[in-house]
């Protein structure tokens, strides 16, 4: 049955059964999932992630940006979950899923190779050896008189 709506649900690990109508959400493991809202059954996972998925909860509802485009499964569903709410979206012709896909491989490689100048600019903490304790005055002359 095609879903109008989604209620969420946080929790450390998705679970094994996964009910229709319900957004699983770990925020631990980042990742959330839910049955395809077309009603074919299948299991849609979502990675949350700077280039990936964005989970927006405002304390009573959620919403995931961008949109949901299955367009692996045979279904090809496309639609947006705003503040619980499925809204439907027109399905992408073949093109179009290439062209959305290139471009996300695009700014997953913009934003990691700023990840990666970012970490090599961050200076590195130099150990310096930490003094021991004071030398006794007896340790002191010790060792001035090694060193002749």
Request: net charge positive; glycine share 6%.
């Amino acid at each position: 049955m095609r879903q109008s709506r989604l209620q969420h649900q946080f929790v450390e690990f998705i679970p094994e059964k996964i009910e229709e109508g319900v957004l699983y959400i770990s925020v631990e493991y980042r990742t959330m999932t839910h049955k395809c809202c077309c009603g074919c059954g299948a299991e849609v996972v979502t990675p949350l992630g700077p280039t990936d998925w964005r989970l927006i909860f405002d304390g009573k509802s959620v919403s995931i940006e961008p949109s949901v485009g299955s367009w692996s499964l045979p279904c090809r569903s496309h639609y947006w979950i705003s503040n619980g709410q499925v809204r439907w979206a027109e399905a992408w012709s073949k093109s179009q899923v290439q062209s959305g896909r290139e471009s996300d491989a695009r700014v997953k490689r913009a934003y990691f190779a700023r990840e990666a100048e970012q970490t090599a600019a961050v200076p590195r903490k130099i150990e310096t050896a930490r003094p021991g304790p004071t030398p006794t005055w007896w340790e002191r002359v010790l060792r001035a008189l090694q060193r002749k």
